[in-house]
């Protein structure tokens, strides 16, 4: 019971940590998702229509060009005349100030009734004109308005606006009205401009209302686009009308995009589009890449590859960057198809251009493109080991991105003149970089724990230090580790198994025995240290070049998976050689087989069962009194035989027929590396 309750609570643990991979997948890319629905065609007039066919997705009219709008509005705009309120109460309360200063003062200045009599007329002549203010005469004179509606109490008077008076044209009215009969010297000392002040005050609500009046009765459109229909296609000059209508189009996607309606649908649209792809993936990975839904740091990998290349689209269309076509989107399979395999690096590659051409104006163009780039990436890089292969590859998506490109521009242009060169040149710098593939593999090893084949093959170089190490300190266990890699990459290419990983792995298997070479047989020159020692002694020395062997590769760095060979090519088996002398020697005795007994596991991979049986069959041919076409058969029949039956491969998905094959290969193998060379007779005398 207890055992059923830790199950179901692992599968619930493990569901859960699927569903945050979800959630976090799915949010992360709607929050980089542009938001707003742009209207991001770039198009000029008496020029080509460079995209594909645009149709209309709604009704909208065709509005008149700013021009001609410009043009009408001041033409409606001379019969405007905003409206004034007229306070004539300011005009009598500056007549009374000006009686009253009179009599106490100007009097003693212009002693003269008839020069009083003719102030007060002008002064009531003037406010009953009316006087503007300094700004509002500016703004009259600025917008060219040249009438005004002047409001007295429940009445409204026309009037031009050359009929009122600033507060300076009122005071030189004032003055200079009537120089031959009165002094202006006399007038000027009498600080008439005391008396004159603002006596009109705009009326904003009624002006507005008589401007939007006018303004209503002009057409802003001069037709209409019903959805569906036909707007330009690739290749098409765009002329006045066609201009009109893409201007107009334009401000009726603004329109709607600002709506809150049109925000919510277009948030809600895109978490939908993006969680229905990515369970999709999610789905096709339990279906079919079990191992790769179960294990953490492929699934990381997956899902970080997938959020990063639509999160650099999202980013480069928001902010109106260079064209997307320099991201290097085949990138993603050739990433996944190195690490991982092809068909989920397809997968990967069509999910996250699915999720990109979201926010892009040629959705399908983009989607065919990237297709075909990502399909030649998988095709060109299937097994990445040397750097001259991302040159390669680089060159053959470049030119399949050129090469369809212009077939999708030739299906639409009607003269060589109409092809576009700019994107050429962005599928050029796509392919430069491209080569940054091997950097960024280095930094993905490190970041999920990944070995690519690169890494295989310098780590196979036998120049490097480990390696060179183990031929000066252990020159038998060096070439027996030669002999093996040989022997391992062949049987591997047979049964289509990983080559270049059980090579490597052969190549280190044994590095352990660095540290007490003397006591393995390979590595003896006529003096064996075992015959001082008991049996247990001597197994225990020759099961400690498995933990020596990890300490090794933990110094080195070396990767899992190499540990992996390391701690498999003996299982959880026995050193039967010191465990039968044992029990030979103690018939009565009952032994204790853990103290003869490796830490295993037993291997779990393919490659690692080719490894333990090239092991014990190359080890074990040294021991052959003769070398023929049968004692080698048998050798390798008797050997695997009882590895089969003593269940070292139970846990490892390798088939009989495999195994069938593999012996083949070693049989043919054996026989030629002792194959006895012809004696060449002696020239009698």
């Not at 084949?453 to 020159?475: D, G, H």
């Amino acid at each position: 019971m207890k055992s059923f309750q830790s199950e179901g609570e692992f599968q619930y643990k493990d569901f859960f940590y699927r569903c945050i991979i979800f959630l976090v997948t799915v949010a992360t890319i709607v929050y980089f998702m542009p938001k707003e629905r742009s209207f991001s065609y770039q198009y000029e007039m008496n020029k080509p229509w460079k995209y594909g066919l645009l149709q209309a997705s709604f009704d909208f009219p065709i509005y008149k060009g700013d021009e001609q709008v410009q043009a009408e509005q001041d033409s409606v705009m001379a019969f405007y005349a905003p409206y004034f309120y007229i306070n004539n109460e300011i005009g009598e309360k500056m007549l009374l100030n000006f009686k009253k200063d009179y009599t106490d003062s100007l009097v003693r200045i212009i002693p003269y009734p008839h020069y009083r009599v003719h102030l007060e007329r002008m002064l009531k002549d003037i406010y009953d004109k009316g006087i503007l203010s300094p700004n509002d005469m500016s703004q009259l004179s600025l917008n060219k308005i040249n009438k005004l509606q002047i409001v007295d109490q429940n009445t409204s008077k026309e009037k031009a606006l050359d009929e009122t008076y600033s507060i300076k044209q009122a005071y030189e009215q004032l003055v200079n009205a009537d120089t031959i009969n009165y002094n202006k010297l006399l007038l000027q000392r009498c600080n008439l401009d005391n008396y004159i002040t603002p006596n009109l005050s705009y009326d904003a609500e009624k002006s507005e209302t008589a401007k939007q009046d006018l303004l209503s009765g002009i057409s802003w459109a001069t037709g209409y686009v019903m959805s569906g229909q036909k707007i330009i296609d690739r290749g098409e000059i765009i002329d006045q009308h066609t201009f009109n209508i893409l201007n107009s189009l334009r401000k009726e996607w603004d329109k709607r995009a600002e709506t809150n309606t049109g925000k919510r649908l277009t948030l809600f649209g895109q978490i939908l589009f993006a969680s229905i792809l990515i369970l999709m993936f999610m789905i096709y990975l339990k279906l079919f890449r079990e191992d790769y839904y179960h294990t953490r740091g492929k699934l990381y990998l997956l899902f970080g590859i997938i959020i990063m290349f639509p999160i650099l689209t999202f980013v480069m269309v928001e902010h109106a960057f260079l064209s997307v076509y320099i991201i290097p989107f085949a990138m993603i399979p050739m990433l996944i198809r190195i690490f991982l395999d092809s068909r989920t690096a397809f997968m990967a590659h069509v999910i996250s251009i699915l999720i990109c051409s979201i926010p892009l104006r040629t959705p399908h163009e983009f989607i065919l493109l990237q297709l075909a780039a990502g399909m030649a990436g998988i095709y060109s890089l299937r097994e990445l080991s040397q750097r001259s292969q991302l040159l390669r590859s680089s060159l053959i998506i470049t030119g399949v991105y050129a090469g369809l490109y212009l077939a999708l521009d030739l299906i639409h242009v009607n003269s060589i003149a109409q092809l576009s060169t700019q994107t050429y040149i962005s599928f050029v710098i796509n392919g430069v970089l491209l080569l940054f593939t091997y950097p960024l593999l280095f930094i993905l090893e490190k970041t999920f724990g990944f070995t690519s084949n690169v890494t295989l093959v310098e780590l196979s170089n036998i120049n490097n230090k480990l390696m060179r190490e183990m031929s000066e300190v252990a020159p038998g266990t060096f070439q027996h580790s030669l002999q093996l890699a040989n022997l391992t990459a062949a049987a591997a290419n047979r049964i289509e198994a990983d080559s270049q990983l059980v090579r490597t792995g052969a190549m280190y298997h044994d590095i352990g025995k660095m540290l007490n070479p003397a006591f393995f047989t390979e590595n003896q020159s006529g003096v064996n240290p075992h015959d001082q020692l008991d049996y247990k002694q001597s197994a225990q020395i020759v099961i400690n070049h498995i933990t020596d062997g990890m300490k090794l590769a933990d110094k080195y760095n070396l990767p899992q998976v190499i540990k992996d060979f390391i701690r498999t090519h003996h299982g959880a088996g026995v050193t039967k050689f010191f465990y039968i002398s044992y029990k030979n020697e103690h018939p009565d005795e009952e032994v204790d087989i853990s103290a003869f007994q490796y830490p295993g596991p037993n291997p779990f991979t393919k490659e690692q069962a080719i490894l333990m049986m090239a092991d014990s069959v190359e080890a074990a041919s040294r021991s052959l009194p003769e070398y023929t076409e049968e004692s080698i058969s048998n050798l390798v029949e008797k050997i695997i035989d009882s590895q089969v039956q003593d269940g070292f491969f139970k846990e490892c998905p390798i088939t009989f027929k495999d195994i069938s094959l593999v012996k083949g290969v070693f049989k043919e193998k054996l026989k030629t590396m002792y194959h006895t060379r012809i004696s060449y007779p002696e020239l009698k005398k």
